[in-house]
């Protein structure tokens, strides 16, 4: 026994040496290691399995840390609202982040997953440093949570406010949209100078990865129908939903996300001509391209009706990774008998699996996998909602001030005897948020988060000595004889999200025409829209005094009193065209019937007081 165990403790004691040197130096764990190295040296070690682990994005309920190690999987992903906890913390996030991290660290070549959320922040505003400034906030927010890639921004050219997702959209004007792309500059940080074109870009680990979206054409489809039918020629589609793709790629977007929708018949999900030939050989997009929720599934009428059909257009089409995002087992056993099949050839994946680990190591994500607790306080912080509160006050559009210019309604008196504020939308920060917010579809109430209601900012914001007096939908005789100075009246849409805001009347949701009725019909009255979009204000311009366009203002209420009561002025203009009737659907800035009850580009404006 005793002879044996020398050569065999010898042989273990050289294969541990062996195996330490093979940890001590692997050229793609070394950050000195050029780029290019780094992903050749990585790529002729991985099998075939390992590569299209990396390509597969799965929800965050079913990634469990023996699926993440058995299948290699690249990223995981929370749907809308999908959370670890009602209200988690940021300490819960990070924790449910670094289970799943480990277990990918833990296989064979240990690559790190890559994890994605939604962070829609649609102000719809026109100034670049400021949305810049808001994708930093958020940036530090989402890595506040351990997260470091966010499937935004939304760069859709809303071309018709019946479609659910218009919210997302800056503008139906391009111009603007290419504007705002320097949003992308705050989430993942300014390019160095002499960068290549179209290599991404994320500066470090108080940055996030970004994701243009959704590629091309979401925003033109029939009637604003969601994920539809663009109609439109090339040089439209070139002309007006491409150029922000421009902007973005200069600016180092690390991922764009393929649209649902289709152009001219053709599912983008599926077009290679516009995915592979136009994005990343002639537009020389390096990053990847990441399909959305079940985006293969939906390339078929049904969807998943052949979802072999659907990988093989899909993945042949130029997607690099795909958002399956449940039955990845599914997606993994397809796309490997197409590939051992050569159904789908071996570049294909490579050149999906070179543009994934381009990212991960871009944005260090090899170097500090591990989320920390160092940020947490970065949540909500005063700062961060100072900021919003300033988006708030310069978004707002003024759209109508008194009967004539000389007799302005606004900027309110602080000093009244006795006001009313009424209005479904005036003490509901779940409406103030629209969707995309806490939930999926967003919900109403006041407990969904912190927040200022636009009821308590007036009351913050008035003089000591006024009665604030709030009835949701008042009656006219309550109005006519309660003797109020003045009235401030907040109605608006419900919150929503993608197909359930799809809307062909574009109405405020009742009660509330009646409640602008029953209180302007009786006193001086300032009325304040809440919606994603423009909707139907034409019937009551002339009953109310001041009608002011608040979008989705979201926590930050406070801003909203803040130019009401002239602490400071109004200065926002339209975004978009805001219509007469529906029936003038769609109708854009430019077009040959264009009879807007208010054009693009409006906006009063009102001087702040100084005695205030």
Known sequence: MGKFSIPKLGFLLLCCVAALTEATYVKYKDPKQPLGVRIKDLMRRMTLAEKIGQMTQIERTVATPDAMKNYFIGSVLSGGGSVPAQ????????????????ASLSTRLGIPMIYGIDAVHGHN????????????????????????????????????????????????????????????????GGLPVHSKKGVPFVAGKNKVAACAKHYVGDGGTTKGINENNTVISWNGLLSIHMPAYF???????????????????KKMHANHDLVTDFLKNKLKFRGFVI?????????????????????????GAGIDMVMVPYNFTEFIDDLTYQVKNNIIPMSRIDDAVKRILRVKFVMGLFENPMADNSLVNQLGSQEHRELAREAVRKSLVLLKNGESADKPLLPLPKKATKILVAGTHADNLGYQCGGWTITWQGLGGNDLTTGTTILQAVK??????????????????????????????????????ETYGDSLNLTISEPGPMTIY?????????????????????????????????????TEGQGVADVLFGD?????????????????????????????????????????????
């Open 87 to 102: 209200k988690a913390t940021p300490e819960t996030w990070i924790e449910m982040v670094n289970t799943m991290q480990k």
């Open 125 to 188: 505003n026109v100034d670049p440093n400021l949305v810049k400034r808001i994708g930093e906030a958020t940036a530090l927010e989402v890595r506040a949570t351990g997260i470091p890639y966010v499937f935004a921004p939304c760069i859709a050219v809303c071309r018709d406010p019946r479609w659910g997702r218009c919210y997302e959209s800056y503008s139906e004007d391009h111009k603007i949209v290419q504007m705002m792309t320097e949003i992308i500059t705050g989430l993942q």
């Open 247 to 265: 902007n973005s790629i200069a600016k180092g977007v690390a991922t764009i996300m393929t649209s649902y929708s289709s152009w001219n018949g």
């Open 291 to 315: 399909s959305d929720w079940q985006g293969l599934d939906r390339i078929t009428s049904p969807p998943h009706a052949n979802y072999s059909y659907s990988v093989e257009a899909g993945v």
């Open 460 to 497: 913050n914001t008035v003089d000591s000595s006024t009665q604030v007096v709030y009835s949701e939908n008042p009656d006219a005789g309550f109005v006519k004889s309660g003797e109020f100075s003045y009235a401030i009246v907040v109605v608006g849409e419900p919150p929503y999200a």
């Open 518 to 554: 029953n209180v302007c019909g009786s006193v001086k009255c300032v009325v304040v829209v809440i919606s994603g979009r423009p909707v139907v204000v034409q019937p009551f311009v002339s009953s109310v005094d001041a009608l002011v366009a608040a979008w989705l203002p979201g």
């Open 568 to 612: 400071y002025g109004f200065t926002g203009k339209l975004a978009r065209t805001w219509f007469k009737t529906v029936d003038q659907l769609p109708m854009n800035v430019g077009d040959p019937h264009y009879d807007p009850l208010f054009p693009f580009g409006f906006g009063l404006t009102t001087k702040p007081t100084h005695q205030n």
